[in-house]
């Protein structure tokens, strides 16, 4: 018998569960269509992402210092070849692998699953590999990255890992510029979800890596680690650094710091010798610091150029402390307190300045802050502002102590006495450069801010010519061309005091007068035979401000001399 | 059934000629001529674009493998011309090294300069100090 209430409940039930359908149907492909699209396509696709050619590292001079070759790396999978087929399949891998049938057969039995056969070999042995058609082998394309000047500039161009990304020096800081954007292509997978390359789609073309060009000029780098490995095999000092730098815009024309490495043989450096020692090692200057306190003086008109400054007694008292001179002097003039280096003279002149006077000037030189040159791990160097001084430390200041500097450090504050009273911070990278050499980002100078008046650095620039017509700074003349720069010898600082017997060696100058175009910066770490910087730094720097002013051509000045 | 006196014949049936058969035929022939151009003016430039793209492919290879080589050598020149090695290889290239006093310059006025060989006066060494100079 018909009964009209279940029918009804009948309908309704199916009306709901049609109803439970269409919304679930409405969920699945209008809502979530998104989501079932891409899970699908995950499912379904593989990504794979190709690696562009990383960029090359290139001097001002055009040499290549760092490049990338192609390499395959031959891989097998023993569970994709037919086990009656491996010794047939070794025979042939063998002499494409340059090893030998055993060898390759040997392998082929040791591993269980997907093993790299042999690494780094000739792009040809890809095509090699491809005309076997043996399933389970195959070739995947690699880089090396190549430094063809060895050693040379090793810690500027820093190297790469076995990834190729970039670990330490400018391959590291620049290692997004110089990697590119790999591409990125989309692959079907077959059953067992490895890609089939049949539908092989562009998703993301990429970009290769930009070419760096440096300011760094190859002969001259040269230059500087040559002289500083005769420095070190002259003195025994542990370690010595150099910098010679443009002081019109802050290019740095070399680089050095010893002992180096070879970032194309890692394996044979020490780990300790991997650092760039002119960005990474903040030491105390020693007098080499005086004309900065000179500068302040005399920027603050607390000090006339032409003034005689009381060095008499061999020594001076402040607070408990009496800190000797190296002879009794009387009244020197300021160029002599400089060329004499004298303690006393530059001590009384740094109590004449107000304690925030004297830090403004240290801090508008740059000390105390990073330089930002284009490396990583470049040290601030120490140096506290007034509040934490004592009552020696203006005296302490006035010696180059209690303040610790990197060799750029120096040569960007004697390039600022150098070029006129400004400002100019180091840079190694001139510009970058796509793979057919045009720029991409173009150099563009920044001009200095100006921390001296340029009558006072022209004032201060003549002392620093009497430091080496007349003073310490004896060894580091050139014969032909006007030097000016200035020793500072200082106590290696070691766990809040002076551990004895351990020096630093500086010579900072620049020539030639009257208008210098390159400044240089010496630091000789730990010397031990003499650890004065008029024995030990000062000739070191005037045999390459010779060498250097043979390469860039500077034209002799009439009337100067030795 | 044999019928005295009677003797089938078909002589009075004369075959009716069609007469369109060279017309099929021309139209054939004219057809086929039409076929054969229309397949010759679509699959020539294929097959011309295919055999481009070929040498195209053997090219690009080629120019890969030229590219990899001149790489290869563009690296070996720079390691094999680095100042470093050229110093090592002076004495054998017969080559010295250059000292600054045997340097001379063309002055504006068009004149050699020598910059003076003054020897290098020794400085005067100081007493030893804690602080530094």
Redesign the interface.
Known sequence: MFNVSRMRWIVLVAFAWAAVVVVRLVQIQLVGHRTWESESARQREHVLEVEEPRGDIVSRDRRLLAGSLERVTVYANPRKIPREAWNSVASRLAPLVSQTAAGVLDQLREHDGFFYLAKDLDPQVSDEVAKLRQRGVGTLRTERRVYPHGALAGAVVGYVNGDGAGQAGLEASYDRTLRGVPSVYRVLRDGKTSPTFLDLRLETEGRPGQSLVLSLDCRIQHVVEEELARTIAETGAKAASAVVMDPADGELLAVGSLPSYDPGHLGQSAPEDRRNRAAEDALEPGSAFKPIVVAAAMSFGVLDASEMVDCSGGGVQIANAFIHDHARYGLLPVREVLAKSSNVGAIRIAYRLAPGQLDETIRAFGFGQQTNVELPGEARGIYRGPQSWSALSRAGLALGEEISTTPLQVAQAYAAIANGGRVVHPRLVLETQDRSGRPVTPYKPQPGAHVLSAEVAAHLAAMLEAVVEEGTGRLAAVPGYRVAGKTGTAQRAHSGGYTGGRHVAWFAGFLSMPSPSVVIVVCVDEPTSNYWAADVAAPAFGRIAARVATLLGLQPVAGASA | MKVGGYRPANSWLRRQLDTRWRRWLVVCFAGAVVVSVLMTAFIAPRQATLRMRYEIAQTTHSVD?LE?EQ??L???R??LS???VL?ADLGTLGLAP?E??S?A?L?QSGDL???????????????A?????
């Open positions: 493998r990899r790489r290869r563009l690296l070996e720079e390691s680095s100042p470093n110093t250059i600054p006093g340097v310059f002055s300069v020598f910059p003076a060989p003054t020897p290098t006066p020794q400085p005067a060494r100081p007493r100090s804690r602080r530094g100079r």
